[in-house]
């Protein structure tokens, strides 16, 4: 009865959402449309960052990796053929993939599987590691597809990246493969995989001891993350329009970091609160890059830099002080909301010892 | 087959060069990687800030001399205070209260912790890169033959091995150093048998961060090119130098940080095609020893317990 | 409470980002305001090319405040050296500054970052001095005031050749793409001059690398006649002093990103005799423009403008001059008379635009002399 009743008032709330969707898309200024599609992008991106790192409790720090992984794919397939001489200008495209043309949504696919691919092959020696070790392999990883990327030139334009990628800047669309990305991650999650993934995630051992194959659950889990982040950075790269291997230095990596971390680790609607706050805020914080006069005199500290300073100090601030984040591992559920619906204060008293 | 190329057609004069080269770069390396075991070692944790503290080093050492004119010798000393006093700062604020922790926000803290290093530095000196000053006794240019080297390779080995010295007398023969050794083994027995943690573990960062400091001296001198970012790879590649070298083990360090940097200079110089996979041989040579014998080349295999 | 508390914060942080969001009609346009988007890197890796930039264009706007009666104010945005910033910042700065104009950027992939906004919001952009022939191509919103790779690679060349030069080297930084390109076009000029094997060795680097002593051991045992080292002017620096201890004698060449005070602050005694191409000197500016420039530079910033100053300055006076020739603030309308510039005096000489949206100029030759910028010779286009 009560899983009906989730999955019908899921369905309803998905079919408002796109409904907003489509209102913000057709009224609001492409400024606004930009940053709430990197909000859902972002979310994307932060939830395959969640499957290992929150739930499955494997520090990896290669999504910038699998992102420019999806983002090549997009761009060197989506370019309309016949300016893609002109964009590699410097060394010609390799034969093989020059006269390839894929629609977004193909190479969108083939772009996370590419990603997962990579994934399962680099998670063959890399994932008997354990936290630290796993953290610096991943990110070291992360660092090599940058390095094969910019050396690569006849299929990737090395440096000179990759331009002219047609433009998506749809709402609709990009919700729709975040709601998707969502409803997967969510069922995933509360599958007998997810929990095995919370299993070893608690106490590596006891899980074994239990049964569950370690190797194949975190391979599973490293590649479903790839393949999502893939995706993510796909839809980024035709966002931007133009991909480059700058764009996707390991520092990148940061922003899903907070906001998993900000969010929440181990909380799906906690990952997806983490990237409307993180992406909205570092685009609100940007007061802080520009002079700022009270009263006609100048605040001397307001210069180009302290957004990231504030950016970086909340990263701080939120391991330190508040190491479960918003949502801890807890999640939104209908339950909890008609609960609160009924009864609003008496929903904050606690039951008994803990929360 | 054109590939091998430069391996065939290398004169000794080239090899020699090289192999000079390889060297002082990693010497370097060691110097560095010196302070990332020394913390891992007690800690068992990564400090990700150790690159940025030796960047945070390079624009302290500018200041002094470029800006505030204090002549260098009396700079360097000061550079070296100032950092280890940043290395205890860094401890005290990002990593203690997180000492209870588990392992992964240990981790998080830390990379906030760069990150924000690497920030501050962008915020406040702007990333426009500045000039390390120039010691013209220390940067001038000796021949050996056909050999060119400058004076600073010569004198960062030396340095080197000064440090790995003073290191292991530090451990091994001091009762400091045996409190950090009994830290390291066994943290809650070490409490329990009256050793004042807090006390110790800042001194391993003070320790580790003045070294970083030497090594950031060394650096500047050899490449004076200073920005927010410069510690980045740096750190990473000694991080792996460590590694390599058996993580904790220091004079594993040493041995790892010269592994590193002959490799990467015996790349290039055999394979100039692969000029631009430079960076990706560290990478690649993390990932062959995590997987065959990821304790280190000295390193003592540990299994672990239920 | 605590729970209480994180809910309250979160629903605090949501009505703020989407008030925020809501659309916030902007105030109705001040007439007698016209605003010019200056879109620089202000912080990253090309900061100090755009601070230099934003000299030259603040002080076109201290000598030039009003067009059509009306008082040009700029509003000035950080792309942050990132693509993805720049795209962002040119958004804002057309759907919520409104401005009729963009001036920049320095860097050639965070204008072509910003080329598809422009093209779809048709709003004019004037590129500084992002030298890559991608920016302009196929944009006909795009212009810029400065010359291109092509043009500067063949300029190299030719001075290489004109010098005796027959073998070359060229290491470039793999990982810019403004080295990358205008290594290729140096490459194939110098290949047409000197043959086919004239070019010996093209080794590779990476953004931020120190130490090049091993990709320099290589080419010393090759002994080129001279070494193109197009990059960003810190790791070139560096380059050229550790090719200079490791003996190496041949002259250095390279592109008009080493005209900055860091490369000789960084490179030293090392770096004197180099040359490189750019697009202004003292000795060229014979316009009255030129002049004036000149002097206020001098006045407000004391020290020699380099070519970055003077670039913007101009791509700030094309602005003017279309928007003057347009007589409205219409960006279509102010585009269209940018496409048609034809001999505007400016800084860096008379201007006009080609049908891609590039300036016909020449280029000024430059070395390193007793620790100061000095010109040699001036190219002009055929």
Redesign the interface.
């Known amino acids: 009865m009560k899983n009906k009743r989730d999955l019908i008032l899921s369905a309803i709330l998905l079919i408002v959402l796109f409904c907003v969707s489509w209102f913000v898309n057709g ?6 449309r ?3 599609n ?1 909000c859902l992008i972002y979310a994307i991106i932060g939830l395959s960052m969640n499957v290992t ?1 929150g739930f499955t ?1 494997q ?1 990896s720090l290669g999504q910038a990796g699998f992102m420019a992984i999806g983002a090549y794919t997009v761009g060197i397939f989506t370019v309309p053929v016949e ?1 893609r001489a ?2 590699f ?3 010609p495209m390799n034969p093989l993939i020059a006269g390839i043309q894929m629609p977004v949504w193909l190479a969108l696919i083939v772009g996370g599987l590419l990603a997962a691919l990579v994934a399962f092959l680099i998670g063959t ?2 994932l008997r ?1 354990r ?3 796993l ?3 991943t ?3 992360s ?2 597809i940058r ?2 990327i ?2 690569a ?1 006849s299929f990737t334009n ?4 990759i ?2 990628i047609p ?1 998506l800047n749809d709402v609709r669309y990009i919700f729709v493969v975040t709601a998707i990305t969502f409803a997967f991650i969510a069922a995933l999650i509360n599958s007998s995989y997810g929990r095995a993934f919370k299993a070893i995630r608690e106490d590596e ?1 006891a899980a074994e001891a239990m049964g569950i194959n370690l190797y194949k659950h975190k391979c599973l889990a490293f590649m479903i993350s790839a393949f999502f982040a893939g995706i993510g950075g796909g839809l ?1 790269g035709a ?4 991909v ?4 996707f230095l390991f ?1 990148l990596t ?1 922003n899903f ?1 907070l906001i998993i ?1 900000l969010g929440g ?1 181990g909380s799906i609607t906690g990952s997806m ?1 983490g990237a ?2 993180v992406t ?1 805020g570092l ?2 914080l940007r007061i802080f ?2 002079p700022l006069e009270i009263f006609g005199t100048m605040i001397p500290l307001f ?4 957004r ?2 504030m ?3 909340l ?2 601030a939120c ?2 002080f508040w ?1 479960h984040g ?2 801890g591992t807890r999640e939104i559920t209908w339950s909890k909301l008609i609960a609160f619906c009924k009864n609003p204060l008496g929903f ?1 008293k606690r039951k008994g010892a803990s ?1 | 087959m054109e590939f091998f190329q430069g391996l065939l057609n290398m004169s000794g004069a080239s090899f020699a060069q090289h192999m000079v080269n390889g060297i002082s770069l990693g010497s370097l390396y060691a110097l560095i990687a010196i302070g990332y075991t020394m913390v891992y070692g007690i800690l068992l ?2 400090n990700f800030a150790h690159g940025d503290i030796v960047m945070m080093a390079c624009y302290f050492a500018y200041f002094g001399i470029t800006i505030f004119h204090v002549p260098w010798y009396f700079t360097f000393i000061g550079v070296i205070v100032a950092t280890a006093l940043l290395g205890a700062v860094i401890e005290r604020m ?1 990593y203690r ?2 000492r209870d ?1 588990p ?3 240990v ?3 830390a ?3 760069s ?2 290093l ?3 530095a ?3 000196f ?2 426009r890169p500045m000039s390390f000053p120039d010691i013209p006794l220390l940067s001038q240019n000796i021949a050996v033959g056909s050999i060119k080297i400058q004076a600073i390779s010569l004198v960062i080995p030396v340095i080197t091995v000064i440090s790995l010295l003073v290191l292991l007398h530090i451990v091994n023969h001091t009762k400091t150093g045996m409190a950090m050794r009994a830290v390291s083994k066994d943290y809650e027995i070490a409490r329990v048998m009256g050793i004042n943690i807090d006390n110790i573990i800042s001194m391993t960062f003070i320790i580790g961060s003045a070294l970083a400091a030497i090594g950031a001296i060394m650096w500047g001198i050899r490449y004076p090119g200073i920005t927010p970012y410069l510690g980045v790879m740096p750190g ?1 590649k000694c ?2 130098a460590a ?1 390599i070298g058996g993580i904790g083990n220091i004079k594993g360090a040493v041995l790892g940080g010269f592994i590193l940097g002959l490799g990467e200079i015996l790349i290039v110089a055999f394979f100039p095609e692969l000029s ?2 430079r ?2 041989f ?3 040579v ?2 062959i020893i ?2 065959y014998r ?1 304790t280190g080349i000295l390193g003592e295999r540990t299994t672990e317990k ?1 | ?4 508390m ?2 309250l ?2 629903s605090a ?2 009505v ?2 989407l008030t ?2 809501g ?1 916030t009609k902007k105030d109705a346009e001040k007439s007698d305001v016209i605003k010019i988007g200056v879109f620089l890197p ?2 990253g890796d090309n ?1 100090a090319g755009g601070e230099l930039e934003l000299r030259g264009i603040k002080l076109a706007n201290k000598l030039h405040p009003e067009v059509l009666g009306k008082k040009v104010e700029l509003v ?1 945005a ?1 792309n ?1 050296s ?3 910033e720049a ?2 910042v040119a ?2 700065l ?3 500054d409104k401005v009729k104009v963009i001036l920049g950027s320095y860097g050639s ?1 965070l204008s ?2 910003a ?3 422009v093209k ?2 048709k709003v004019p952009a004037i590129g500084t001095s992002c030298t890559n ?2 920016v302009t ?2 944009n006909d919103y795009y212009f810029r005031a400065c010359f291109i790779d092509p043009f500067q690679g063949t300029v190299m060349a030719n001075y290489a050749f004109k010098n005796g030069a027959r073998k070359v080297a060229i290491i470039q ?5 403004y ?3 205008l290594a ?1 076009f140096f490459k194939d000029a110098f290949i047409k001059l000197a043959g086919p094997d004239s070019v010996i060795e093209v080794a ?1 680097y ?2 931020g690398d120190k130490d090049f002593s091993a990709i320099l051991t290589n080419i010393k045992a090759m002994n080129p006649d001279a070494i193109f080292a197009p990059g960003n002017f810190t790791e070139s620096a560096l380059l050229i002093k550790q090719a200079r201890q490791l003996g190496i004698t041949a002259p250095f060449l390279g592109g008009d990103t080493w005209e900055t005070q860091e490369f000789i602050s960084v490179g030293g005694a090392d770096v004197e005799g180099v040359a490189f191409s750019t697009a202004f000197d003292r000795e060229k500016a014979t316009t009255a423009e030129a002049k004036k420039f000149l002097d206020e530079y001098v006045k407000e910033y004391k020290g020699e403008p380099s070519a970055l100053s003077a670039l913007a300055y101009d791509a700030y006076l094309i602005a003017i001059d279309g928007i003057k020739r347009a007589n409205s603030t219409d960006s279509v309308k102010i585009r269209d008379a940018i496409a048609t510039t034809k001999d505007m005096e400016g800084v860096t000489g008379k201007t006009t635009l080609d049908k891609n949206g590039d300036p016909i100029k020449g280029a000024v030759i430059k070395t390193v002399k007793d620790g100061k910028f000095k010109y040699i010779d001036f190219v002009d286009v055929k």
Request: aromatic residues 8%; proline residues 4%; contains cysteine.
């Open positions: 009224e609001l200024d492409s400024y606004i930009r940053i709430v990197l790192n409790g520090f300016l002109n964009v200008y410097a060394v020696p890399v590691l936290g630290d070790y953290a610096i392999a990110l070291g990883f660092e090599i390095i094969c910019t050396n030139s090395g440096a000179l990246g331009k002219d433009p051992i980024y966002l931007l329009g133009t480059d291997p700058k764009n520092t940061y970091l971390v680790m609160l409307v706050i909205a685009e609100y890059d520009e210069r180009p830099g302290l990231m300073v950016f970086s100090a990263l701080m391991v330190l190491r918003i949502m904050f929360q | 944790m990564i990002a209260p997180l922790a392992k992964n926000s981790l998080i803290s990379i906030g912790a990150f924000l690497e920030n501050l962008n915020y406040l702007s990333g990473l991080f792996i590694v631009g996979y960076d990706a560290a990478f690649i993390l990932i995590l997987f990821p239920v | 409470m605590k729970k209480l994180s809910v914060l979160v942080l949501a703020g980002v925020g969001c659309g202000l912080t900061a000035i950080d942050k990132d693509k993805a795209a962002s958004a804002r057309i759907e919520r992939s072509m970052a080329g598809n906004i779809t919001s022939p991608q191509a196929n930084e793999v990982s810019n793409d080295a990358v390109g290729k590779n990476q953004t």
